[in-house]
């Protein structure tokens, strides 16, 4: 599994459930992604979903499913996972 904001990648997990905990991010609008892989090379795209982080000092972020356009405030921790 990778994860991606933007193009950017962000990390991969190559063990179930799949999770990452992106900390420390800046004030903004993210486009958030993930992306499976199987075993025989088959690729799976999540859909985009649009996160915004505001407050004045960095807050942490558990990448997962929270809803489209959904907005969060210093500190801020979405504690969700995607499961494929």
Partial sequence: MEFYAGDRLLA????APYQYVWAYVASGSYDL???????????STSAVVNVSVTG??????????PANNAVFGAPA????????
Avoid: C
């Avoid at 991969?12 to 063990?15: F, G, V």
């Avoid at 992604?33 to 690729?43: H, I, K, M, T």
């Avoid at 004045?56 to 499913?65: A, F, K």
């Fill in 12 to 15: 991969q997990d190559r063990a």
């Fill in 56 to 65: 004045n000092y960095p807050p942490v972020i558990s990448v997962g499913r």
């Fill in 33 to 43: 992604r993930a992306v499976a892989w199987d075993l025989l090379g088959g690729v």
């Fill in 77 to 84: 921790r979405i504690p969700r996972t995607i499961w494929f």
